[in-house]
C-alpha cells in the first residue's frame, strides 16, 4: 500500500494546453503524455473547450467536484457528468469537448494504453465502520477526507489523496461519516 498525497501530485498543463493537470500516477514511472501504459489524473475544467485527443488509449472521467459537466460527443450525442454520478468511459480517440453547466469542475480520469492495459472505474459510499477491499491492483481516490484504518495503521486521508494497493488489500472507514472513493482497478493484458 503506497499513499499519494494531493500535496505531492506533480502539476502540469493539459496536451492541448487549455487546462491544468494533476497527475497522481503514471505507468512506467517518468512516462509522458505519448509514452505511459496508465495514468490517473485530476483535471480542473476552468472553461469549456475540446478535450485532448488520445489516439491508442481508453478513458474513464468522473466528476470530483463542481455542479457538472455536459459532454459533447460523436454523432450529436451529449451526456452529463454529476457529482455523484457513474463515471463514464469512452475512446480517447474521441473528439469531445466540454461545458460546465454552473461553473468550474475537477475531474478524475484513468486512462490505459490499448493492448497493453485495462482499466474499471467505480465510485463508492464506505459508510463508518464499513471494510474496503480492492478485487485487483488499483487505487483508491478520496473525494472526502477520511481517517482510516490499515491493516492497524491509522492514517489522517485528505481530499484526492489517493491510495495504491494491491489485489485483496484494503482498510475500513474510521471516519465518523460516509467517505466517498473512486475506485479503479488496472490490469494488464
Known amino acids: 500500500m503506497k499513499i499519494a498525497r494531493r500535496a505531492d501530485h506533480k502539476r502540469m498543463a493539459w496536451k492541448n494546453g487549455q487546462g491544468l493537470t494533476e497527475e497522481v500516477a503514471a505507468f512506467p514511472a517518468g512516462s509522458d503524455t505519448d509514452s505511459f501504459d496508465w495514468r490517473l489524473s485530476i483535471a480542473h475544467v476552468g472553461a469549456d473547450g475540446p478535450f485532448s485527443v488520445f489516439a491508442g488509449i481508453d478513458?474513464?472521467?468522473?466528476?470530483?467536484?463542481?455542479?457538472?459537466?455536459?459532454?459533447?460527443?460523436?454523432?450529436?450525442?451529449?451526456?452529463?457528468?454529476?457529482?455523484?454520478?457513474?463515471?463514464?468511459a469512452f475512446p480517447g480517440d474521441w473528439t469531445i469537448s466540454s461545458r460546465n453547466t454552473g461553473g468550474p469542475t475537477i475531474d478524475l480520469n484513468i486512462m490505459t494504453r490499448r493492448g497493453r492495459c485495462t482499466h474499471e472505474m467505480q465510485r463508492m459510499t464506505l459508510e463508518p465502520g464499513a471494510?474496503?477491499?480492492?478485487t485487483g491492483a488499483g487505487w483508491a481516490v478520496f473525494n472526502t477526507a477520511a481517517r482510516i484504518d490499515a491493516d492497524g495503521e491509522d492514517l489522517t486521508i485528505e481530499r484526492f489523496d489517493?491510495?495504491?494497493?494491491?489485489?485483496?488489500e484494503g482498510f475500513v472507514n474510521r471516519t465518523e461519516?460516509?467517505?466517498?472513493?473512486?475506485?479503479?482497478?488496472?490490469?494488464?493484458?
Not at 467536484?65 to 454520478?85: F, W
Not at 489517493?162 to 485483496?168: C, H, M, S, T, V
Open 59 to 88: 478513458r474513464t472521467i468522473a466528476l470530483l467536484n463542481g455542479p457538472g459537466l455536459a459532454l459533447d460527443l460523436p454523432e450529436g450525442k451529449t451526456i452529463e457528468l454529476r457529482p455523484d454520478g457513474a463515471p463514464f
Open 131 to 134: 471494510r474496503f477491499t480492492t
Open 162 to 168: 489517493a491510495i495504491a494497493l494491491d489485489a485483496g
Open 177 to 189: 461519516t460516509a467517505a466517498q472513493i473512486l475506485h479503479i482497478v488496472i490490469a494488464p493484458v
